[in-house]
């Protein structure tokens, strides 16, 4: 473990968990109620987790009752450095200062020192040989590489897979697969081809092994560009999570990734890496493509790099850059300075802190517990992860595999009420994932899994 331990500590409130009213507490109840009268109905986490908060630090939260809670959400992977994080407080304090806001495009010397620190993490073959685009949002920044490759290329065709999660705009929610998101939105499928993502534990084909569900993966993906009658188009590119993120937290095999990167090369298609929950570090690697030795040629940037603070970026090949011309890509919000403050600090401490060696550790460590409970009981059907980024898959019975989201609902809920903040996923909303911000310490890491599995035992 690094010399940063006592620091992670003090990041945190040391009593979580700990329950002193059952949540919903009555003030939080009262904001709730109140919440409800003023606020849509179209709310989801109000509903899931029934409680208000007071305050946040490091990896814990305490809520207006005085509950302390372990957060394994981060704010579904934003959060990396920690709540209220306070090397990045100082650099948004010191900007806050200076001023906050005016034209997105015009430069200052902070400005520079952030885009700076972004090029110096890219991932190799993109380092030294990239341009950034600012955008506001994940979703923004998926619109905004796609955008890119259908302009360069000239060509409109997207392939997109299932179990995808893009965002909810209007342009992203077609790259997005979830029906339910694709018939609110009333967007009809437009120039976006679906492929299957391979899926270990579920492959769509019928095959023995996880290699050869990447293999049939690929040939449907090569059927779709070469074949004349595929119905496909001219392909523009290929979007991609490297880590599935809402499909499930599925971790696809190494020859995928890289199958990827030849057929994109073989064909002339651009490689869009989507690493707005895989990034900055989720899965002890900047980039989480650099856990399969694969260069994008396109990648969203998002999520952690603002620690909560909405800024996204798209980095791509240098050469795509000639063709772009002036308001290719607007909005009043990029490059806010705020957001620009806090991604130069969020990098600055991951690095100093050696965040990512930790979080390959710490990761092993609560993998291996979590497949321990795999191997005891039933109903866990499989466990997959990289770093903080680990998917629990809640069945009916290891023989069946049949997705048990209820159940996984049902431990999330009871999670909740005894202080460990977890939230779910998957195709069918059945799998538990663990997102923890990276500063979390190993007590608050060990306590939540002996909590997780006294919720197990209750269910088994």
């Not at 490759?149 to 299932?162: C, E, L, Q």
Request: hydrophobic content about 40%; some cysteine.
């Amino acid at each position: 473990m690094s010399s940063y331990e006592e620091e992670f500590r003090e990041l945190s409130y040391p009593d979580a968990p700990k329950i002193v009213v059952r949540p919903p507490g009555p003030n939080s109840l009262k904001i709730l109620e109140r919440q409800s009268e003023l606020e849509t109905k179209a709310l989801i986490y109000p509903k899931v987790f029934r409680f208000a908060i007071e305050s946040a630090k490091g990896a814990t939260i305490k809520d207006v009752d005085g509950n302390y809670y372990v957060d394994w959400i981060a704010g579904i992977a934003v959060l990396n450095v920690g709540h209220n994080n306070p090397y990045v407080a100082k650099y948004v304090r010191q900007q806050m200062d200076r001023y906050w806001h005016w034209m997105s495009e015009v430069p200052t010397e902070f400005r520079i020192k952030a885009l700076e620190k972004i090029h110096s993490i890219l991932p190799q073959g993109l380092r030294g040989n990239a341009k950034i685009l600012t955008t506001v949002t994940g979703a923004d920044a998926c619109e905004a590489a796609v955008s890119i490759a259908r302009w360069v290329s000239g060509k409109n065709g997207i392939i997109a897979f299932d179990g995808a999660y893009h965002g909810v705009h209007l342009g992203a929610v077609m790259l997005t697969a979830k029906k339910s998101l694709l018939k609110y939105s009333g967007m009809p499928l437009i120039n976006v081809l679906r492929a299957p993502y391979p899926y270990p534990y579920r492959c769509p084909f019928k095959v023995e092994n996880e290699i050869e569900c990447a293999y049939r993966s690929l040939e449907f993906i090569e059927h779709l560009i070469k074949d004349p009658y595929s119905g496909a188009g001219e392909i523009a590119g290929i979007l991609f999570e490297p880590i599935q993120g809402e499909g499930g937290y599925i971790v696809p095999p190494k020859e995928f990734v890289k199958g990827l990167r030849e057929i994109a090369d073989k064909y002339g298609i651009l490689l869009i890496a989507d690493e707005v929950q895989t990034g900055v570090g989720r899965t002890g690697r900047w980039w989480a493509v650099e856990h399969f030795g694969v260069t994008p040629d396109i990648m969203c940037i998002s999520k952690a790099i603002g620690n909560g603070i909405p800024i996204s970026f798209v980095a791509y090949r240098k050469d795509l850059d000639e063709k772009l011309e002036e308001m290719f890509h607007l909005g009043t919000y990029r490059a806010n300075p705020l957001g620009l403050a806090a991604a130069t600090g969020v990098i600055e401490y991951i690095e100093s802190r050696k965040l990512l060696d930790r979080t390959l550790l710490l990761g092993e460590h609560a993998l291996r517990r979590f497949k321990e409970l795999e191997e005891k009981y039933e109903f866990i059907g499989d466990v997959r992860g990289v770093g903080f980024m680990i998917g629990i898959e809640i069945v009916k019975d290891k023989r069946s595999r049949e997705p048990d989201p209820s159940k996984a609902d049902a431990i999330r809920r009871e999670l909740f009420t005894r202080g460990v903040l977890m939230h779910t996923c998957g195709h069918y909303g059945n799998v538990l994932r663990f997102m923890a911000p990276l500063v979390i310490t190993r007590e608050h890491l060990d306590k939540g899994i002996d909590v997780f599995e006294e919720v197990i035992k209750i269910f088994k």
